[in-house]
Nanobody
Framework: QVQLVESGGGLVQAGDSLRLSCAASGRSFRTYLMAWFRQAPGKEREFVATISYGGRNTYYADSVKGRFTISRDNAKNTVDLQMTSLTPEDTAIYYC?????????????????WGQGAQVTVSS
């Protein structure tokens, strides 16, 4: 098992940048494919980005491609999400997730472990 804890959320203005971090503990971090999802009020949880075991491969949702960057540090057991050019449409709770079977996994039900979420609010 792996435990995930997100940090770095907050309130920012449109056009600002924000960096989320997810710290993992438990079973070997490098054996997990990691991802970020988000859920806006009244909407279903949606895929944002995922990164492969060693960090060489990444995959993004079209809505964030070119603005968000996912990265991981297997020595520190962390996965980050750098977000730039934020808009009010990016407002959501952002979740870190882990699974170890499929690449790329884009559906939330393909992930076994989840963090508690970090609120990101972008004001216009």
């Amino acid at each position: 098992q792996v435990q995930l804890v997100e940090s770095g959320g907050g309130l920012v203005q449109a056009g600002d940048s924000l960096r989320l971090s997810c710290a993992a503990s438990g079973r070997s971090f490098r054996t997990y494919l990691m991802a970020w999802f988000r859920q806006a009020p009244g909407k279903e949880r949606e895929f944002v980005a995922t990164i492969s075991y060693g960090g060489r491969n990444t995959y993004y949702a079209d809505s964030v491609k070119g603005r968000f960057t996912i990265s991981r540090d297997n020595a520190k057991n962390t996965v980050d999400l750098q977000m730039t050019s934020l808009t009010p449409e990016d407002t959501a709770i952002y979740y870190c997730a882990a699974e170890d079977r499929k690449w790329p996994a884009l559906a939330s039900d393909e992930y076994d472990y989840w963090g508690q979420g970090a609120q990101v609010t972008v004001s216009s």
